[in-house]
């Protein structure tokens, strides 16, 4: 055996959740420990104990800051971990709030759960963590640049390169037992920092993320984005309606209100009335602002307001001709909800999607057509237009992912696709295949372990979660029971006569008791 084995606690066969074990050479290292997100099924993976002993970590380190990869740091201390967590500089600043805030929006989850008729006499939800665990976390993170080596003992060292996916984001080089491995993290596009005393290509083993592998999008120029951005909120605003944009707190309300700020200031756009209703991208975006050099004024306009309070975002539902930047960026969270509860049913009111959406999230069934959406107990018609605003994305897509990996060879050793839904894991795997010079790529499943050589293929050890592709599948039987029960309910709505509605009801009874 070569010593050095690899298990992927999250991420694998699915886009979230990020998270992996490596042991080799006495050490045992974290890359990641994120959030799942998505169906009720993945995300109930959250509030499981943890599948590794984190006391028994040497190190923790952390590609960036975004929920998916960091969501569940601060659970790691208080599950009783005493190893370093090691990120940029701007990533330490981001997660802070990030996960305070996350801590809090736990805490409401978990009182309102526990309230609930049906959950009387079980035992009670608890949240991830709370603020002292997250106190726990930052008394133990350091900060590293982009290219320092840093060293662990047992000739295990690892590098921090630029991944040009947000601010801070990094892909980690590790030496470990004679082995070198990068894991990219999340890769965006654009000339990233060389790391002029390290070597770039000429790995054992790659881990690479997946989001858009199996698609390529047509280059969008940020003066094209702003003036589509801009022709949304002119039809909206002449139609009298207010124009929601769920935005992600890092990085993509950030680039939104820049981009705001460039049609202000070029005269392109009128200055209607924006609200960020988002106290953590408030948070966030001055945490941010820190690292960027772009000249925005965007902190100073009059016309963009942060609402400060839980009244003055309810102050919101009563006003019309309005631009709404909330949180979450795939509504299934945060003060978006609220906001779509009002606006959903108003016909000149339009939702403007800027991201990713998960399959199972809220976002991805509005952008998929839904008429009838459930939001925090109330049903919702869909009256509103949705409409996607491409341009925004800060992943490479297919060809960027191809390339990103060759720039990078020779690989010796196997390419670990990850963070990817399975048509994305199964479309880059294709395309990588049709590259010569590369080796095939491995799809590894939730829970797998596998042990790696070097400049030689890896061995599986052990077969993942027996119910991973149920865990990872894109609808589970909640969401497909939602969808059956907006399908019924438009079925009924649809028959011209109450009675021909009751006789609906009945065959639908009969159907239900004959598979007693």
Not at 53 to 74: E, F, I
Not at 301 to 327: W, Y
């Amino acid at each position: 055996m070569s010593g050095v084995t690899l298990k992927f606690h999250g991420a694998a066969g699915t886009v979230t959740g990020s998270c992996y074990e490596l042991r080799g050479a006495g050490k045992t290292i974290l890359i990641d420990c994120g959030m799942f997100q998505g169906t009720r099924s993945l995300e109930a993976l959250n509030h499981e104990e943890l599948p590794f002993d984190p006391k028994t970590l040497d190190a923790v380190l952390l590609t960036h800051a975004h929920l998916d990869h960091s969501g569940r740091l601060a659970y790691l201390y208080a599950s009783g971990c005493k190893a370093q967590t090691y990120c940029t500089a701007p990533s330490a600043d981001i997660i802070k709030p990030l996960l305070q805030d996350a801590a809090k929006l736990q805490a409401a989850d978990v009182e309102r759960r526990n309230r609930r008729a049906d959950r009387a006499g079980l035992p009670p939800f608890i949240p991830l963590y709370d603020g002292k665990d997250i106190t726990k976390l930052h008394k133990n993170v350091r900060t590293l640049d982009y290219c320092e080596e840093h060293h662990l003992g047992n000739g295990v060292s690892f590098r921090f390169w630029d991944a040009r996916h947000i601010v801070g984001s990094a892909s980690i080089e590790i030496n470990i037992a004679g082995q070198r491995l990068l894991f990219s993290g999340d890769v965006g596009a654009g000339r990233p920092i060389i790391c002029t005393a390290s070597e770039i290509g000429g790995y054992d083993h790659m881990i690479c993320e997946s989001t858009y592998g199996n698609r390529d999008r047509e280059p969008v120029l940020v003066s094209e984005r702003r003036e589509t951005l801009a022709r949304h909120v002119e039809e909206v605003m002449a139609g009298g309606g207010n124009l929601l944009i769920p935005a992600f707190a890092l990085e993509r309300t950030q680039e939104i209100l820049e981009d705001f700020d460039a049609l202000f200031e070029s005269k392109r756009l009128a200055p209607v009335n924006i609200f960020l209703d988002s106290p953590l991208a408030q948070k966030i975006t001055m945490a941010v602002m820190r690292y960027r050099d772009n000249g925005t004024e965007v902190l100073k306009r009059t016309n963009i307001r942060f609402t400060q309070n839980t009244a003055e975002s309810k102050k919101l539902n009563r006003m019309t001709g309005i631009v709404i930047i909330a949180g979450s960026g795939m509504c299934e969270g945060g003060r978006i909800r609220h906001h779509l509860i009002r606006n959903l049913p108003n016909r000149q009111s339009r939702l403007l999607l800027s991201g990713f959406q998960v399959a199972g999230t809220l976002g991805s069934v509005l952008r998929d057509g839904a008429k009838r959406v459930r939001i925090s107990g109330h049903d919702v018609i869909v009256k509103a237009q949705v409409a996607m605003l491409e341009g925004y994305s800060s992943h490479a897509d297919r060809s960027g992912l191809v390339d990103w990996i060759k720039d990078r060879t020779p690989v010796r050793g196997s390419v670990f696709l990850v963070h990817g839904e399975q048509a994305a894991l199964t479309g880059l795997a294709e395309s990588l295949a049709a590259s010569p010079n590369l080796p095939d790529a491995i799809i590894p499943t939730l829970g797998e372990t596998w042990e790696l050589h070097k400049a030689q293929s890896a061995t599986r050890l052990s077969a993942g979660r027996p119910n991973a592709a149920e865990l990872t599948a894109s609808r589970d039987w909640i969401s497909k029971l939602a969808a059956l029960r907006q399908e019924v309910e438009e079925k009924i709505l649809e028959q011209p006569s109450n009675q021909a509605r009751e006789k609906m009801l009945a065959a639908l009874k009969r159907a239900l008791e004959s598979m007693d």
